[in-house]
């Protein structure tokens, strides 16, 4: 579908817009607050220096979010309001219960997210889906969490069993909470769904849902997990 070089030229592609940035702000508001937590939990001081430079990378990359919001005139806070409830609650359900448990969210579960919204960025004009693309960049979390989880797993094989639950229950989750929040917003939502002009591609949501499944399953396969 055509994408407008201007926001102001199509309210229903500006709406989309400030709608993907507002979830993209607050949850990466939401991945600085659960990493800053999860220093507390981390086993050496390597591990807490690591996440805490992690954090700081997200709340970088929200800052970012938010001021492109208020260049485009919007109230960040407002912006962001509509998706709190859905992306806390989807914390809420997925609330690690250790330190392992945490990196296999941080790189599986924030991994499909940043993931989905790379796919949604294909339909941007070039300046939102440079700043897409710039927020959804891995800040390490990958590499870190592999080293760890692997680690781990070769200390006592019996974790693997539980984190590959673990893992998969993220997947569904994070895909459950994505479908409701297009869903729920009808601006995004046909963005998304390929139909600001009328057309909806059934077949590109089944490719890209292919996509998502596929890297998911490549992470696992890194962590040493089943997917």
């Not at 890297?215 to 890194?222: L, W």
Request: glycine share 8%.
């Amino acid at each position: 579908m055509p994408v407008p070089e201007d926001l102001t030229a199509d309210p229903s592609y500006r709406a989309a817009v400030i709608d993907l940035l507002g979830v993209l702000a607050y949850g990466e508001l939401m991945a600085f607050e659960r990493l800053a937590s999860d220093v507390s939990m981390s086993p050496t001081i390597d591990d807490k220096v690591h996440l805490a430079a992690m954090a700081d990378a997200e709340y970088r990359h929200f800052r970012r979010l938010r001021d492109r919001l208020a260049d485009l005139g919007v109230d960040p806070a407002e912006a962001m309001e509509p998706f709190r409830a859905p992306l806390e609650q989807f914390h809420a359900m997925t609330a690690p219960s250790d330190w392992l448990e945490g990196l296999v969210k941080a790189y599986v579960g924030d991994g499909i997210a940043m993931d989905f919204y790379r796919e949604i960025a294909q339909f941007l004009d070039p300046q939102t889906r440079d700043l897409v693309m710039e927020v959804c960049e891995d800040l390490g979390q990958s590499a870190f969490a592999v080293d760890r989880v692997r680690a781990a797993i070769a200390e006592d094989p019996r974790v693997a069993g539980r984190l590959a639950l673990w893992g998969r229950r993220l997947v569904g989750e994070a895909l459950s909470q994505a479908q409701h929040v297009a869903a729920e917003r009808d601006a995004l939502s046909d963005l998304l769904m390929g139909g600001a002009d009328g057309q909806v591609d059934l077949a590109g949501v089944g490719r890209m849902l292919g996509r998502l499944t596929d890297e998911h399953s490549r992470r696992m396969q890194a962590l040493g997990l089943s997917a």
